[in-house]
């Protein structure tokens, strides 16, 4: 299987070459901000620890563009081996190879990544060097694997299948279990039933983490109801189809804004905590952090956008035929990202808050609450803008999908 992945990987694209590039260099910068936070941990201080938040929190925006660019090459990567289902390979081989293709691509990356941290890192442990790489070629892997379940290749052809998922009940359980971990850690402190007040941390800490993913996943539900109201009221053609498009596909943008809601939630958390404990240069750190985070989000958006004009691009090409003006086209995508990104923005905002204010509400004064409000509704509009200026961005990719040569059978 290693000696046909070599063969074929003479034969790739400047574009597939490039995908590849970026995979790598997204886990290269993950397992060096992965190990650097790691051995930061280890430091009992205010300020080691939250500088180990900060480079903890970028990995995450880094980790989301490789996978969304994974997915983007999946379609061409797939094209490419296609023909050897005419040898007789199957789907399952197929996709195997494209799992190679992104544990090779993420192991080349981590290992550069590794190598630099080593030389850069004087003091401190390594041990979670191996771990970490190990980590990132696992997930390099598994991200190629599933990034081929919605291309199915024949001896014939290819087709590209996006299967539209809705809200899940799921979504919604991981939500009330976090915030129960959540408050009965905090209520019980120091008399949790399971190790006292370690106990206690970790299940404030397991809260918190299920809150992070049932809330990015829950805003489905949010998503969909949004765009509905959205297209029942809307006054012109661009913003009716924009929201039926969201609406559609309510979780796959769920998917693509999740580093995005994640960013917003760390931030306007940051920014409760910061009016009530004052501000600290490792704090400053954390909101550069965010900011970073931020235009990394921003780099995979860009990616799932492709992604999407990819799988729409007969219909666009479609519209433009018939007559429709590439700016109103321009305007479905804008009015796309705010429709997907409006609200969930808005309650990563209100649960990042939440979770740092509510454990504090004995302690924590009014006058922070302006502190605190106006930097959640700042994050929120910071998330949405960023959301926008992508969908201004992938104009040019949105020309290219315009050309008659599209609605070629």
């Known amino acids: 299987m290693i000696t046909v992945m070599r063969m074929l990987n003479r034969g790739r694209s400047r574009a597939e070459r490039a995908r590849a590039w970026l995979v790598a260099a997204g886990a290269g910068l993950a397992t060096f901000l992965v190990c650097t936070a790691v051995s930061l941990a280890d430091l009992r201080d205010e300020g080691g620890s939250l500088t180990g938040l900060a480079l903890a929190l970028l990995a995450l925006p880094v980790a989301g563009l490789a996978h969304q660019s994974n997915r983007l090459g999946s379609a061409t990567r ?3 081996l296609a023909g050897l289902r005419l040898a007789g390979a199957t789907p399952g081989d197929v996709r195997l190879l494209g799992a190679l293709e992104g544990g ?3 192991l080349g990356g981590s290992l550069a990544g590794a190598a630099v941290y080593v030389l850069t890192h004087l003091s401190g442990p390594l041990i979670q060097v191996p771990v970490v790489m190990a980590v990132m070629a696992l997930g390099g892997a598994l991200s190629g694997a599933r990034a081929g379940r919605h291309v199915v290749s024949s001896p014939l052809g290819l087709v590209r299948r996006s299967p539209l998922r809705g809200p899940r009940v799921v979504d919604l359980l991981l939500v009330v279990a976090g915030v129960g971990l959540f408050a ?6 120091g008399g949790f039933p399971l190790a006292g007040k370690y106990g206690a941390a970790v299940a404030i800490t397991a809260g ?11 805003t489905t539900w949010v998503i969909r109801a949004y765009a509905r109201r959205t297209g029942r ?8 189809l924009a929201a039926r498009l969201v609406e559609a596909d309510p979780r796959a943008w769920a998917r693509a804004l999740s580093v995005v809601g994640l960013t917003v939630f760390f931030g306007a958390g940051a920014g409760a905590q910061q009016a009530g404990i004052g501000y600290s ?3 400053a750190l954390v909101d550069a952090a965010l900011l970073v985070a931020l235009v990394t ?8 956008q492709a992604e999407e004009l990819l799988d729409h691009r007969r219909s666009f090409a479609a519209l433009a035929a018939s007559g429709v003006p590439e700016r109103a086209l321009g305007g479905v995508l804008v009015r796309q990202a705010v429709i997907a990104a409006l609200p969930i923005c808005v309650v990563a905002a209100v649960a990042g808050t939440a979770v740092v204010i509510v454990p504090l509400a004995g302690i924590y004064q009014v006058g922070w609450l302006g502190w605190a409000v106006g930097r959640a509704v700042a994050m929120a509009g910071i998330g949405v803008l960023a959301a926008v200026l992508v969908a201004l961005a992938a104009r040019p990719l949105l020309r290219d999908t315009l050309r008659l040569e599209r609605l070629r059978a």
């Open 184 to 189: 009965l850690g905090g209520v019980t402190k």
């Open 208 to 218: 918190v983490v299920l809150i992070l993913f049932g809330v990015t996943l829950a």
């Open 297 to 304: 989000s921003a780099a995979a958006l860009v990616v799932h």
């Open 104 to 106: 090779v691509s993420a």
């Open 78 to 80: 797939e094209r490419r």
């Open 233 to 240: 009221r809307a006054g012109s053609p661009e913003t009716l």
């Open 281 to 283: 240069h490792a704090h």
